[in-house]
């Protein structure tokens, strides 16, 4: 069964600190990996993604994720966060043509102390 | 605003009382998919249309759930006789069929069954 594991709920940090989210997905196949970001009162929001080709990622905000597929992992950081950055992050898989048929981690709240 | 637009933002209701929800996806994009999150835990799939065919179903969606589709443009699903486990933010978000890259999320309509 496809399933999405973020080991931390919540994260605690003070401004500048450096910022790594660990998600491990279990998948039987080809996989596409999303983070998605909630900012209090908004909609879900794409970070970023990989598809293919080089396992390290670049998405908006400063926010990189590297892909290892031999640890089933696709872990997010930022080497320097801002108060702005307080949100609910989100892991997320899919596979096949259906991409938009995602399954989500239960989500890490950060909070970023200024 | 040209984003997915869901509506009501809010919904209150009491049990065994019927609700229906609106979702209006971005105009050009033919897939439409309906997620459900409760509290703690991330999205949840609960069903998909491309166009106005509905392709796929979670085990979630009860026979109290129903979701319809009937231009292929928005989308409403109806919860009947509803229960207090239903009370979630229940979400909509869309894509295009071809060349995609990410969904596209509404900012959800809350339900609250007393």
């Known amino acids: 069964a496809q399933s999405v594991s973020q080991h931390n709920h919540h994260v605690i940090l003070s401004e500048a600190a450096s910022l790594e989210l660990g998600c491990n997905y279990s998948y039987g196949g080809t996989v596409n990996l999303f983070w998605y970001v909630q900012y209090p009162g908004q909609h879900l929001q794409l970070l970023l993604k990989y598809f293919s080709g080089d396992p390290l990622v670049k998405g908006i905000k400063g926010f990189e994720a590297e892909f290892i597929k031999s640890k089933f992992s696709f872990n997010l950081r930022k080497p320097s966060v801002q108060w702005s950055d307080t949100a609910e992050y989100f892991c997320a898989v899919s596979g096949g043509s259906t991409l938009g048929r995602l399954y989500f981690g239960r989500g890490t709240q950060l909070t970023v102390w200024p | ?114």
């Open chain 2, 1 to 114: 605003d040209t984003g997915v637009s869901q509506d009501p933002r809010h919904k209150i209701t009491k049990r065994g009382q019927n609700v229906t929800f609106r979702c209006d996806p971005i105009s050009e994009h033919n897939r439409l998919y309906w997620y459900r999150q409760t509290l703690g835990q991330g999205p949840e799939f609960l069903t998909y249309f491309q166009n106005e065919a509905q392709l796929e179903k979670s085990r979630l969606l009860s026979d109290r759930f129903s979701a319809e589709r009937p231009k292929g443009s928005f989308s409403t699903l109806e919860i009947q006789r509803t229960e207090q486990g239903d009370s979630a933010m229940y979400l909509c978000a869309s894509s295009p069929e071809t060349g995609i890259s990410q969904v596209f999320f509404g900012s959800g309509t809350q339900l609250s069954v007393l």
